[in-house]
């Protein structure tokens, strides 16, 4: 099996690299990189191309590692035991079964996507050291050893809000996604936007990437934000002219609000455009 990106997603030569080194050492691929730089569409994708199943766990600040393995709802089978429910002599019926154990059980190989690892409790990762090492648990409650059919392709993203445990760093093979230059972004473009007009890119992106090189701006325009404007440009009809810095000076690009996302940076924005004018 070998990646090379899809039609949908465009996979620079390094990821691609760093996907294939992944699955050749049947190690997780831990994917860092701004927000919106579409570290979760690689494993869609990933899917897509290898046409595996996608089994998504979508971590939350109060995830824990045991719920991606399982859980005995001790809660139900005493509420069914009040009740004289026959089902409660059987525990397994008691167990829910997580993302990891969905994984470990298929019978073809799956991608497991772990999303957003960073957002948990620094424990977390080490919680699952031995389980994504090993590919195998033990369930107490049934004592059963849970092991993987087939090992499945793990991909987890961190936004990089905290820092990763070294012992969960060393089992991982690691690929930090670079913001795409502007002829990368063009491609992408093109894959959602084929027939839109050049002018209206060519002024778009000039605009977008010095809005992205406006120093002291809290939360810069992704990629995934630079779609959604194009959209709304090529939906309302805007001319390339509107996009353009009017005698040299900067403007205020219509709908910007696609693309700043807090007041700190509109304000920001805006008071360097007046400068600009003055």
């Known amino acids: 099996m070998s990646f090379k990106g899809t039609e949908k997603y465009i996979a620079s030569r390094e990821l691609q690299l760093a996907v294939n080194a992944a699955i050749t050492l049947q190690k997780p691929l831990l994917i860092k990189g701004e927000p919106g730089t579409g570290k979760t569409m690689l494993a869609e994708e990933l899917a897509s191309a290898l046409q595996a199943d996608l089994i998504q766990w979508h971590i939350k600040s109060t995830t824990k ?5 399982y859980e005995y709802d001790a809660v139900s089978r005493l509420r069914d035991s009040q009740l004289g429910d026959s089902k409660v002599h059987d525990i397994s019926n008691y167990i ?25 409790d620094i424990e977390f990762p080490n919680d699952l050291l031995l389980e994504l090492d090993k590919m195998e648990f033990f369930v ?13 392709i793990v991909i987890i993203t961190s936004n990089n809000e905290k820092e990763l445990p070294d012992a969960f760093l060393r089992r991982c093979f690691f690929h930090y996604i670079q913001f795409p230059d ?4 063009r491609r992408i473009v093109d894959v959602h936007f084929p027939n839109i007009k050049k002018d209206l890119l060519n002024q778009a992106l000039e605009a977008f990437f010095g ?13 995934s934000e630079l779609i959604d404007w194009l959209k709304l440009l090529v939906a309302e009809d805007i001319s390339p002219e509107a996009l353009q810095n009017k005698d040299g000076k900067k403007s205020i690009p219509p709908l910007y609000g696609a693309l700043l996302k807090n007041e700190q940076d509109i304000h920001l924005f805006e008071k360097l455009v007046f400068m600009a004018r003055r």
Request: charged share 30%; net charge positive; glycine share 4%.
């Open 65 to 69: 590692a045991q719920q991606g393995l």
């Open 96 to 120: 829910i079964k997580g993302k990891l154990w969905q994984a470990f059980e298929a019978q073809k190989r799956t991608i497991l996507l772990i999303d957003e690892i960073d957002k948990a």
């Open 140 to 152: 107490y409650e049934t004592q059963q050893v849970v092991k993987a059919q087939q090992r499945p």
């Open 182 to 185: 502007a002829d990368e972004m």
């Open 211 to 223: 809005l992205r090189d406006i120093p002291g701006l809290k939360k810069k325009p992704s990629t």
